[in-house]
């Protein structure tokens, strides 16, 4: 019986009604992954314990064997978890059991539409633990005592998932946790003894305490003529309780990955991919990493939890221990095993150790090989999957990894004008692979969209000789593409930029002529150059343009364009950085300019062109309606 009093009622936070509303409709079908999530709870407390317990051994009381207890009653029609882990205070029962306390739930909640099938399928990425009690029962009531807390604290909350909870004291004097849930009508498949069973050894096999259930003393009895002694009633472990990582990789089955790492991620989806290493020799780990095949949500958050789960000889030291992954690997979940370590390790203490560092790196080469390897497939859905969910933040991995470099460009996939569509596909070593005969550099452009730079002026003389020139367009790009300027040997140059020779390319002919339409056209430049002033730092002849009047592009030393908008859209202060303005002379409308002989005129003419090519290039104009009033003039003196 247990005993409350002073009951209270709280009021849960408003994420936690819309995610108890939304939980109960998506996880339906999927309802027996409640108890997945709460032994996976218990077994994280005794993690927790154990941890504290390295330097006050005392906190195990007279219990020092952990393990998790799930229990039947029919007659109550209550399936009971219990566990003798860390447990929790009040103050601690108020904020886990009543808040959701990640960074970014706002902004998640704040997405959800209110359409039931696609919320549901975001779900997933946030993760319900405790909360998917809910699911199968009307009634939760959760018992608990903090380990090495006064026996009269332990506390008691219940609630029936709608709008609060009540907390009150409780009579529970051994240290841990206790949920018990008060099964919905219909929900009687969880009181079946061989059901539960079933679950726990499909979901929980890889927890490493004893997931116990109470297997019923039998008789004596008589069997083939031999007597068989009674047996008593005994608490039995129901999976292998052994921590998976340590197991040899050829026992443990696919099944057997997939859970453990929804265990360790919270997240609901199969990972993607998976590396399970023992390094033996000048350090000493086990590595179990995962690639999760779907962003989670606050994979943008600045403060979102994320590197690996640690362990120092299979004992629990923190989760989150993100020394050991670089910051463009933050998606990766996983374990690590050291015995290389410290039990007594913290967080200040991993920040720069010598051990920490080849730890590292060991994990991230084992992450780059396993992206390699999926890189390579002949089948490259996997791959392009992947890319499509992190390859924004791979991006960041050759500014970061220097060491790494080139295999992180490896990695790396864009749009290009060889597939032209906005999926990014191409990788470098493809694009290497198709380069044409005389060409030692690899092309790039960075546009505002990929629409902005599909269309560009700057890739008419590209398309024309039938080079491949990567697009890109994310935010990131023009950050990544000044960090990887060189792959394979070969520099990677922007078309938008001056300084562009293909004469290599060219045969002899068509380089005779280009420099006779430069001499020719000469004169022209010079007038374009003196109409526009110093809006320019020179005018040039263009050798890559076919189809437009005119572009500009800057300096090879200059800062980009798509470098100027990113610094400017941060706030920051940017040098003015003058175009190179180049004329495609046999394009019409440049011939027709260059034969207006009326200087006001010519110079009308010039500065239309001029900001066209700007509007192309960036966008947007400074002074927009100075361009439209002077067109309006050019097109009316033409109309006349
Ligand atoms: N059996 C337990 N013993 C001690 N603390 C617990 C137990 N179950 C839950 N908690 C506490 O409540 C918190 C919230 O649990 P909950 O399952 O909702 O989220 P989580 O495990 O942190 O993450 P996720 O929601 O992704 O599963 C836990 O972080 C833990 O601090």
């Not at 604290?153 to 849930?181: C, F, H, N």
């Not at 590396?275 to 989670?296: C, I, Q």
């Not at 370590?341 to 920490?356: A, F, G, H, M």
């Amino acid at each position: 019986m247990t005993e409350t009093t002073q009951k209270q009622t709280h009021g849960f936070q408003a994420e936690v009604k819309q995610l108890l509303q939304l939980m109960i409709h998506s996880l339906y079908s999927n309802k027996e992954i409640f108890l997945r999530e709460l032994i996976s709870n218990a077994s994280d407390a005794a993690d927790k314990l154990r941890f504290l317990a390295l330097s006050d051994s005392s906190l195990y009381g007279n219990e020092g064997d952990l393990r998790v207890r799930v229990s039947l009653d029919e007659a109550a029609k209550t399936i009971t978890i219990s566990d003798n882990g860390i447990g929790m205070t009040r103050d601690e029962v108020i904020s886990h059991l009543g808040t959701i306390a990640k960074s970014g739930t706002k902004e998640f909640f704040s997405q959800l539409s209110g359409d039931q099938s696609k919320d549901s399928k975001l779900i997933g990425q946030f993760g319900v633990g405790f909360y998917s009690a809910f699911i199968v029962a009307d009634k939760v009531t959760v018992r608990t005592l903090k380990a090495g807390a006064a026996p009269d604290s332990a506390v008691e909350w219940e609630s029936a998932g709608e709008g609060d909870y009540t907390l009150a004291s409780a009579d529970k004097t051994s240290r841990g946790t206790e949920i018990v849930l008060h099964l919905r009508d219909g929900e009687g498949e969880f009181l079946s003894k061989w059901k539960v069973e079933s679950i726990i050894t499909k979901y929980s096999d890889h927890i490493s305490i004893p997931v116990e259930m109470w297997e019923e003393g039998t008789a004596e009895r008589e069997e083939d003529g031999e007597k068989i002694p009674a047996t008593e009633g005994h608490w039995k472990a129901v999976n292998k309780a052994t921590a998976l990582w340590m197991r040899d990789k050829s026992e443990v089955s696919d099944d057997e990955y997939q859970e453990f790492y929804k265990h360790i991620s919270h997240d609901w989806t199969e990972p993607l991919s998976w590396s399970h290493n023992k390094v033996e020799g000048n350090t000493n780990y086990t590595s179990l990493l995962y690639v999760p095949k779907k962003a989670p949500f606050d994979l943008w958050n600045r403060d979102a939890r994320h590197g690996l789960k640690l362990y120092v000889q299979r004992v629990f030291i923190m989760d989150d221990a993100e020394q050991f992954m670089p910051s463009y690997l933050r998606f990766i979940k996983g374990v690590l095993d050291s015995s290389d370590l410290p039990l007594n390790v913290s967080r200040e203490i991993l920040q720069d150790t010598k051990v920490t560092q080849s730890l590292r790196k060991g994990c991230t080469s084992r992450v780059l090989k396993m992206l390699e390897k999926m890189a390579k497939a002949e089948d490259q859905t996997e791959y392009q999957s992947f890319w499509d969910e992190f390859g924004q933040v791979l991006k960041e991995g050759p500014a970061e990894d220097h060491a790494n470099k080139e295999s992180i460009a490896k990695l790396l996939r864009f749009s290009s004008t060889h597939v032209d569509t906005a999926v990014q596909s191409v990788g470098l070593e493809a694009y290497v692979s198709r380069m044409k005969e005389g060409q030692d550099e690899i092309y790039f452009l960075v546009g505002d969209s990929f629409e902005a730079a599909q269309h560009s002026p700057h890739l008419e003389v590209f398309r024309k000789k039938g080079l491949e020139v990567l697009l890109l367009s994310d935010r990131i790009d023009e950050w990544l593409m000044q960090h990887l300027t060189e792959f394979d040997g070969k520099k990677l140059r922007s078309v938008a930029k001056g300084g562009l020779d293909l004469s290599k390319l060219d045969d002899e002919d068509t380089k005779k002529a280009q420099e006779e339409s430069e001499k020719q056209f000469a004169g022209v430049a010079e007038r374009f150059k003196t109409a526009l002033g110093d809006q320019v730092k020179d005018v040039k002849v263009s050798h890559r343009l076919t189809d437009s009047p005119a572009c500009v592009v800057t300096d090879e030393f200059d800062m980009s364009t798509q470098m100027i908008k990113l610094m400017e859209s941060v706030g920051q202060k940017v040098p003015e950085v003058k175009p190179i303005f180049e004329l495609n002379p046999e394009h019409q409308l440049v011939r027709h300019i260059a034969d207006v002989q009326d200087e006001a005129q010519f110079k009308q003419w010039a500065e239309v062109l001029f900001e066209q090519a700007l509007l192309a290039e960036r966008g947007s104009l400074k002074n927009p309606a100075t361009f439209v009033s002077r067109l309006n003039s050019l097109l009316l003196s033409l109309a006349k």
